[in-house]
């Protein structure tokens, strides 16, 4: 079974710039969701989606961040314009069901660094 | 606020040797996961502790949960270096899809 997907793996821009990320979920699994892990901190939820509708998107930097998921399968996560503090890992992660319940798969992440 | 502590932060330990890492979390909880992390790599899941008693073991890893507590212990039994890496307990609180994440816990294996 093939994991969830990210790409890219490595990003480096200058504040003020745009950046988008994606996500391509495991097979069959409902739920999505976008954490940031900043260097020597847990991650930290962002957004998750239950197929293509918002489930809980209270920790999103909504004036910068923005995420979607269209027909329900790969996300892409967008920040327009970058700070020096988005400078993180940016981490998707998925699960089957609906359940907030179920164990969740991460990817790879990708690194963001903020010049 | 669900709040979630882990201590120590930071484990040097010698091969061979037994240590505890411990999850302490500030409100009522219905699960509780630990995971690990390899510099540069993602999360692994280890285990998944669903009930007030729960005890999972996988090698030389043995996880348990006290509710009542609010507290979870990761035990490391006989350490060797395989097992230095970063380990995260991630808390959810009950009634709410999020799960909140600890600081992490970087473990470092000596010979």
């Known amino acids: 079974e093939a994991g969830v997907a990210q790409s890219p793996r490595y990003k480096i821009i200058e504040k003020r710039q745009s950046v988008a990320f994606w996500c391509n979920p495991i097979?069959?699994?409902?739920?999505l969701y976008w954490y940031q892990q900043i260097l020597g901190q847990g991650p930290k939820l962002l957004i998750q989606?239950?197929?293509?509708?918002?489930?809980?998107d209270s920790q999103l930097p909504k004036d910068r961040f923005s995420a979607e998921r269209l027909k329900g399968v790969d996300s892409t996560l967008k920040i327009q314009p970058a700070k020096l503090e988005d400078s993180a890992v940016y981490l998707c992660?998925?699960?089957?069901?609906?359940?907030?319940?179920?164990?969740?798969?991460f990817g790879p992440g990708t690194r963001l660094t903020v010049l | 606020e669900l709040k979630v502590e882990q201590n120590p932060l930071f484990l040097s330990m010698q091969e061979g040797k037994n240590y505890t890492i411990y999850c302490n979390y500030s409100?009522?909880?219905?699960?509780l996961y630990w995971y690990r992390q390899d510099p540069g790599k993602s999360l692994e899941s280890l285990f998944v502790?669903?009930?007030?008693?729960a005890v999972k073991q996988e090698g030389r890893l043995m996880a348990s949960l006290d509710t009542k507590a609010r507290l979870s212990t990761l035990h490391i039994t006989a350490a060797v270096h395989d097992l230095s890496a970063t380990y995260f307990c991630?808390?959810?609180?009950?009634?709410?899809?999020?799960?909140?994440f600890g600081k992490g816990t970087k473990l470092s294996v000596i010979p």
């Open positions: 992660a998925s699960s089957a069901g609906s359940s907030g319940y179920n164990e969740q798969f």
């Open positions: 097979s069959g699994h409902a739920t």
């Open positions: 989606f239950q197929n293509n509708g918002v489930v809980d």
């Open positions: 409100t009522t909880s219905d699960r």
């Open positions: 502790l669903l009930s007030n008693g």
């Open positions: 991630a808390v959810g609180r009950a009634g709410s899809y999020q799960l909140t």
